[in-house]
């Protein structure tokens, strides 16, 4: 008897415990991974306010925001965000629509595959940063050519994730969709769309990581305005501040997008995640 | 009535896995198909589903001659094959999707609560055992009130306690409308407790060896000493299928080995 009464209460004290936890846990968890970069900057405030180092080359945070602050009033930042962000998005657009149109016929009709599939897999192989120069002289040196530069980075990773997505998908549930006699509009609708969905939107979001990485590329090759042109500008004039401006911005940016589109497609992806928060709580 | 007339199957890479097996399946019959690996059990399965076609022979549904899936051929497969993009209730309702939504959940919700499930309509299949899983197939498949119902070894991948449960609560279904059961499994026990004819086929290539009638009363009790020996008997059969040295019974006999045992 006295056996289960001690096992008992330990169980029933730690049960309060684990109810509280998800909200400790939710709320300490990317504080915790703040810690680091905290601290970190606020060791270097207080090394440059303390005389050890001039921090001329490394500025220091505060002088980093008084100069987001002071692109900020004048109006400045938020020209080159809106030029940075109307490039990634307009070359986003143009990139996933190629890749998913491209990537399902691929994936969905084998001779298409076949005839088409190794040509984008050599033009892959490519770093498209190689493309710049033909682009200039076919696309001119203004927006088109950045558009396509960024458009081709997020085209690669949608397609490529869209045609694994419809190969891998499961025969034994398609078969499913035989017994039942769908057509092949309803086939293609009711199980290899919902059955894609999960690859193709980490895909989206892999290509929304490129299209970040090659505005900055384009926006090397001759901008005027644009976060990748702060880059420039501050390197050229020797203002380190503004460059570290920049990359702040450009990782505040491409993170929130990344978080909006994550956000936009969870609804579709509900049914993963009685699994995600499982293990995640684990 | 469920005709098969020397149903053949090869398959292109030359596996002969099936040769012209016939049989001939009345109207509510549960039949049991037993045998040892390759006899094409799961072949002609698939056939009678009209999911691969036969090399040549024909099946028959009420003189239909069945060459794709078909509406009145329903089929449960080893695996409960749910959609997890689809809840419980949604899973069970896919094959309803012509009839109006409101007829549609009410016989949705009649299925579930027939397996047992009604308080999961809304989870996600992955939020299930494994027994729950299988149990959504089967209201999946009897929703549609199919007129012939194929199982491939429905049970195989349950544990013994719940795969017994489910032999029982398959009987208790069929029971409602009397759909012709066709049972593919390699359980002598399952095959005596839920069919009227089990029959024994043989492999290499497939064909059919022994036809056993098992003319218990239901409900079967797992323990009658005839119970037992129709046990025995179907593995008896078994065995002697798997002898290479015993020539067939039925069908076609090598040459030489006119000899009925």
């Not at chain 1, 987001?68 to 080159?80: K, P, V």
Request: a positive charge; hydrophobic letters at 50%.
């Amino acid at each position: 008897m006295t056996m289960t009464v001690e096992l008992q209460a330990p169980a029933a004290a730690a049960t309060p415990q684990t109810a509280s936890r998800p909200w400790l846990t939710r709320l300490a968890r990317p504080l915790l991974g703040l810690l680091l970069p905290l601290s970190l900057a606020l060791a270097w405030e207080l090394a440059v306010r303390a005389g050890w180092s001039n921090g001329r080359l490394v500025p220091p945070p505060s002088k980093v925001f008084t100069t987001i602050a002071e692109l900020a009033q004048s109006g400045e930042l938020t020209r080159h965000i809106t030029m940075t962000l109307s490039r990634v998005g307009i070359g986003f657009g143009l990139g996933v629509a190629a890749g998913t149109l491209l990537g399902g016929i691929c994936g969905y009709w084998g001779l298409a595959r076949r005839l088409v599939d190794p040509t984008i897999q050599a033009l892959r192989a490519i770093p498209s940063i190689a493309w710049v120069p033909l682009f200039i002289l076919w696309l001119g040196i203004f927006e088109t050519s950045k558009v396509a530069l960024i458009a081709v980075g997020v085209f690669f990773p949608v397609y490529l994730g869209l045609t694994g997505a419809i190969l891998s998908v499961d025969r034994k549930i398609v078969e499913v969709g035989r017994v039942f006699r769908l057509s092949g509009p309803a086939m293609i609708r009711r199980i290899l769309l919902p059955a894609v969905l999960p690859a193709y939107v980490v895909a989206l979001r892999v290509g929304l990581g490129l299209g970040w990485m090659f505005v900055v590329a384009a926006e090397f090759m001759g901008a005027s305005e644009g976060l990748g042109y702060l880059l420039i500008d501050g390197q050229q004039l020797g203002k380190p501040a503004q460059i570290v401006a920049a990359i702040v911005i450009f990782a505040i940016i491409g993170k929130a997008t990344d978080w909006l589109l994550e956000i936009a497609t969870a609804p579709l992806l509900r049914w993963q995640d009685s699994f995600a928060r499982q293990s995640g709580a684990a | 009535m469920l005709q098969l007339a020397s149903v053949t199957k090869v398959y292109p890479n030359g596996v002969h896995a099936l040769e012209r097996f016939s049989s001939e399946i009345q109207l509510g019959e549960i039949i049991a198909i037993i045998g040892g690996s390759g006899c094409g059990k799961s072949t002609l399965l698939r056939a009678i589903a009209g999911l691969d076609r036969a090399s040549a022979g024909t099946v028959t549904l009420d003189g239909e001659a069945i060459s794709a899936p078909h509406a009145k051929v329903g089929i449960i497969f080893q695996e409960p094959r749910l959609l997890p993009w689809l809840s419980v209730a949604d899973n069970i309702g896919f094959g309803l999707s012509e009839l109006p939504a409101a007829e549609r959940r009410e016989r949705v919700a009649k299925a579930l609560a027939r397996v047992g499930l009604a308080d999961k309509a809304k989870v996600w299949p992955r939020e299930l055992s494994g027994g729950q899983a299988q149990r959504v197939a089967i209201a999946r498949a009897l929703v549609a009130q199919p007129e012939v119902l194929l199982l491939d070894e429905p049970f195989s991948a349950l544990d013994a306690f719940t795969r017994k449960d489910l032999q029982d609560h398959l009987l208790d279904l069929w029971a409602d409308t009397r759909p012709t059961l066709v049972l593919v499994t390699h359980d002598v026990e399952e095959a005596v407790v839920l069919a009227d004819r089990v029959l024994v086929m043989r492999p290499h290539p497939g064909r059919l060896f022994e036809e056993i009638t098992i003319n218990l009363s239901r409900p079967r009790d797992r323990n009658a000493p005839l119970f037992e020996q129709f046990k025995r008997h179907v593995l008896t059969a078994l065995d002697r299928s798997l002898d290479r040295t015993v020539p067939d019974t039925q069908g076609r006999r090598e040459p030489g080995g006119g000899l009925w045992w």
